[in-house]
């Protein structure tokens, strides 16, 4: 007969195996360290694509050309021939100085050399026969010389007091009226020439291989949807030793004058087209303090693969190093898998 005391020891040992059993399933189940040894996810099986890289930047619009117009000389304004915001074309007159006292002195020095020519013909006979010094003959021609230049400088300064456009643009506001007293500090107006267009902008120096005169950039600017393109006419030889960028100027056309120079731009730069680069969703990547790394599935167990990344898109990067055609990159529940982890791809994403 059996006791009391004995059916209770029985009893518990009975529910102390089943505990072990129990705790030894759920640890079979675990990795050490508490984590799952089992993973479901989604994947991404990594193809070839055509790839368009390419680097937006801002830029700014600026003149083709563009200058303050000053007078050379001082003077008093006696006409103004422009219209404030019309077009010129290059040797219009803009501005008119008077300019009697330097016609009037242009008039003095030619009848001096007029006076003088006769002077020397007659010395040069005189000359011949012994009638004067050699001296007193190349005195009057050295007279001659100086009145010649004399004129010069004054015909230099009556060309001054025509004020023209030194190339076709557009003129902006006067700041001065007809009579007003000017000189070579006072500002008259500012002329621009906005067909075409500069456009300048900056791109990091490890793309500066991938552009090149010539190369066309996309750029748009506020207040329009229209992508404008325009072309690519100068690089700078070296980098900015501060940014590390290296400055770019592309000339854009503007027949319809619609772009305003100075504006802000979206510049848009292609660089390169790969026919067969990989990209991966920009999620599956897994930055660490050295490398960026990838989990792969592999024979259904779980891969970390170190990969070095090139361009980006808005949802995917480009892998340049680590992954191949026909791999299949884990997407989501990346924080908790680890190498060797058996994985099962129930979703494959596109």
Same mark, same amino acid.
């Given at each position: 007969?059996?006791? $009391?005391?004995?059916?209770?020891?029985?009893?518990?040992?009975? %529910?102390?195996?089943?505990?072990?059993?129990?705790?030894?399933?759920?640890?079979?189940?675990?990795?050490?360290?508490?984590?799952?040894? *089992?993973?479901?996810?989604?994947?991404?099986?990594?193809?070839?694509?055509?790839?368009?890289?390419? $680097?937006?930047?801002?830029?700014?619009?600026?003149?083709?050309?563009?200058?303050?117009?000053?007078?050379?000389?001082?003077?008093? %304004?006696?006409?103004?021939?422009? *219209?404030?915001?019309?077009?010129?074309?290059?040797? &219009?007159?803009?501005?008119?100085? $008077?300019?009697?006292?330097?016609?009037?002195?242009?008039?003095?020095?030619?009848? @001096?050399?007029?006076?003088? %020519?006769?002077?020397?013909?007659? @010395?040069? /006979?005189?000359?011949?026969?012994?009638?004067?010094?050699?001296?007193? $003959?190349?005195?009057?021609?050295?007279?001659?010389?100086? #009145?010649?230049?004399?004129?010069?400088?004054? /015909?230099?300064?009556?060309?001054?007091?025509?004020?023209?456009?030194?190339?076709?643009?557009?003129?902006?506001?006067?700041? #001065?009226?007809?009579?007003?007293?000017?000189?070579?500090?006072? !500002?008259?107006?500012?002329?621009? @020439?906005?067909?075409?267009?500069?456009?300048?902008?900056?791109?990091? /120096?490890?793309?500066?291989?991938?552009?090149?005169?010539?190369?066309?950039?996309?750029?748009?600017?506020?207040?329009?949807?229209?992508?404008?393109?325009?072309?690519?006419?100068?690089?700078?030889?070296?980098?900015?030793?501060?940014?590390?960028?290296?400055?770019?100027?592309?000339?854009?056309?503007?027949?319809?004058?619609?772009?305003?120079?100075?504006?802000?731009?979206?510049?848009?730069?292609?660089?390169?087209?790969?026919?067969?680069?990989? !990209?991966?969703?920009?999620?599956?990547?897994?930055?660490?303090?050295?490398?960026?790394?990838?989990?792969?599935?592999?024979?259904?167990?779980?891969?970390?693969?170190?990969?070095?990344?090139? &361009?980006?898109?808005?949802?995917?990067?480009?892998?340049? @190093?680590? !992954?191949?055609?026909?791999?299949?990159?884990?997407?989501?529940?990346?924080? &908790?898998?680890?190498?060797?982890?058996? %994985?099962?791809?129930?979703?494959?994403?596109?």
């Amino acid at each position: 007969m059996t006791s $009391y005391p004995n059916l209770l020891a029985t009893a518990f040992l009975s %529910v102390a195996l089943l505990a072990s059993s129990c705790g030894n399933k759920e640890d079979a189940s675990k990795a050490k360290g508490g984590r799952p040894n *089992k993973l479901t996810a989604e994947g991404y099986i990594v193809n070839h694509t055509t790839f368009n890289s390419s $680097y937006a930047v801002s830029g700014s619009l600026l003149p083709n050309e563009e200058l303050e117009i000053h007078p050379e000389i001082s003077g008093r %304004v006696t006409a103004i021939i422009f *219209k404030e915001g019309s077009k010129v074309r290059k040797g &219009q007159t803009l501005v008119q100085l $008077y300019d009697g006292d330097i016609r009037a002195n242009i008039q003095k020095l030619r009848a @001096q050399k007029q006076l003088q %020519v006769k002077i020397l013909e007659r @010395q040069k /006979e005189l000359l011949n026969i012994g009638g004067i010094s050699k001296q007193d $003959y190349e005195t009057t021609e050295t007279q001659i010389s100086s #009145i010649e230049a004399d004129i010069a400088f004054a /015909e230099a300064q009556l060309r001054s007091t025509k004020i023209v456009a030194p190339f076709d643009g557009t003129i902006g506001i006067r700041n #001065i009226s007809v009579g007003a007293v000017v000189s070579p500090t006072t !500002l008259i107006t500012t002329l621009q @020439q906005t067909h075409p267009l500069k456009m300048d902008f900056t791109i990091p /120096e490890q793309y500066s291989s991938s552009i090149s005169p010539g190369k066309d950039v996309f750029f748009t600017v506020t207040g329009s949807q229209d992508t404008l393109a325009g072309k690519v006419a100068a690089i700078d030889p070296g980098a900015n030793v501060a940014t590390r960028t290296v400055r770019v100027r592309a000339m854009v056309p503007n027949p319809d004058g619609k772009l305003v120079a100075g504006s802000f731009a979206n510049v848009v730069v292609p660089l390169q087209s790969a026919p067969d680069a990989i !990209l991966i969703p920009s999620q599956s990547v897994i930055p660490t303090t050295k490398d960026k790394k990838v989990a792969v599935v592999k024979n259904g167990k779980a891969d970390m693969v170190v990969v070095k990344l090139g &361009q980006r898109t808005s949802d995917k990067v480009e892998v340049l @190093q680590g !992954l191949q055609a026909g791999d299949t990159v884990i997407t989501t529940g990346l924080m &908790q898998v680890k190498p060797g982890m058996d %994985v099962t791809i129930k979703k494959i994403g596109s």
